[in-house]
């Protein structure tokens, strides 16, 4: 799809709230930067500065059915799914108005009723529950497909070419998504693998693979738009490599040390946000004036996320035992 025509692709509407949604992440993500400084997110956190592009473009290839898994990196995955910032950020405050009512924190998020199957402390750890979720998506003749991200780091791990290749052999409706931004906590690309390419390594196992500016809106959900069509239609699975960069360090504690400033500010001159800003106001879909509103309307919701989670209670003690598996280990 050209430049020229991508923006008349979509309703004008749709467009509008993903450039919005697109704020919401970064807003979301820099207020949640500063209340974990400030020692009101317990736990850790990763944030995705930089990556909205792939969460929202992504996403919007989806059909509201369809599944998602996510990474460590999960709040922009988690936003562009089930757009709720209030019970977000009351997980994350380990509240029980939360998602999970409070027990999951940044790294094992989950909303399954909008379909988004979690986020996952270990690297790689969510791609074979993709698999997982694709395999009884197909044994049920739903029809759905799954989003799973992961990073470049992920690639290395085993599991990685497990799942990949038990997808494509049994032709899985699953897209694997790769926000490859360049590093693997502080080691780049280039240092971690021989062959540098994600996507020439996993067309080793068969699959088709497509490689994508990932700070471009309009080339991420054209090439998501395509994988998912192959994969609804039972023609197995596609990965995708997408080019990105993270604007923050690998967690808060990361200065960056690894990084110049230089490789820092070429990228921030590629920032997702400004680029589809500056596309929507060339093809006359925005002004300055609707942007400065969506980022008012951006920041107050936001700040409205915070006041709930602020002001929801902590989970009850006597419930500590819900959600857990019943039974008793009985072995040696």
Same mark, same amino acid.
């Given at each position: 799809m050209s430049q020229a025509h991508a923006e008349t692709t979509y309703a004008q509407d749709e467009l509008i709230a993903h450039y919005r949604l697109m704020l919401l992440i970064r807003r979301f993500e820099e207020t949640l930067s500063d209340l974990f400084g400030r020692g009101e997110i317990p736990g850790t956190?990763?944030?995705c500065m930089g990556q909205e592009a792939c969460a929202v473009g992504a996403v919007a290839a989806l059909r509201p059915d369809d599944l998602v898994t996510s990474n460590h990196r999960g709040h922009g995955h988690a936003l562009a799914k089930t757009r709720d910032p209030k019970r977000l950020m009351a997980e994350l405050m380990g509240k029980a108005t *939360?998602?999970?009512g409070g027990r999951s924190?940044?790294?094992? @998020?989950?909303?399954?009723?909008k379909g988004f199957l979690g986020s996952n402390g270990i690297t790689g750890g969510m791609v074979p529950i993709a698999v997982g979720? $694709?395999?009884?998506?197909?044994l049920l003749g739903t *029809?759905?497909? =799954? @989003?799973?991200?992961?990073?470049? *780091? %992920?690639?290395?791990? *085993? !599991?990685?070419? &497990?799942? =990949?290749?038990? $997808? %494509?052999?049994?032709? @899985?409706? !699953?897209?694997?998504?790769? &926000? +490859? +931004?360049?590093?693997?906590?502080? @080691?780049?690309? &280039?240092?971690a693998f021989r062959e540098p390419s994600v996507a020439r390594r996993a067309a080793a196992h068969g699959l088709p693979t497509a490689t994508v500016d990932g700070m471009d809106y309009f080339a !991420?959900?054209?090439?998501v738009e395509d994988a998912v069509a192959q994969a609804r239609r039972g023609d197995g699975p596609v990965l995708i490599e997408a080019f990105t960069y993270r604007f923050c360090g690998h967690s808060k504690s990361d200065e960056c040390a690894y990084r110049s400033r230089e490789e820092e500010s070429c990228w921030r001159e590629r920032d997702p946000i400004v680029l589809m800003g500056e596309r929507l106001q060339a093809a006359g879909l925005l002004d300055a004036d609707a942007g400065k509103r969506l980022a008012d309307e951006v920041q107050a919701e936001v700040a409205e996320? =915070?006041?709930f989670a602020r002001s929801s209670p902590l989970p009850d003690p006597a419930t500590v035992q819900e959600f857990l598996l019943s039974g008793s280990y009985s072995g040696d």
């Open positions: 956190a990763h944030f *939360g998602f999970c924190g940044s790294q094992h @998020l989950c909303c399954i009723d979720a $694709a395999l009884s998506q197909k *029809g759905r497909i =799954v @989003l799973s991200f992961f990073g470049d *780091g %992920a690639t290395g791990q *085993g !599991v990685f070419h &497990e799942a =990949v290749n038990m $997808a %494509a052999v049994w032709r @899985l409706p !699953v897209v694997f998504f790769c &926000e +490859n +931004n360049g590093y693997a906590m502080s @080691l780049p690309v &280039e240092k !991420v959900r054209q090439a996320a =915070v006041a």
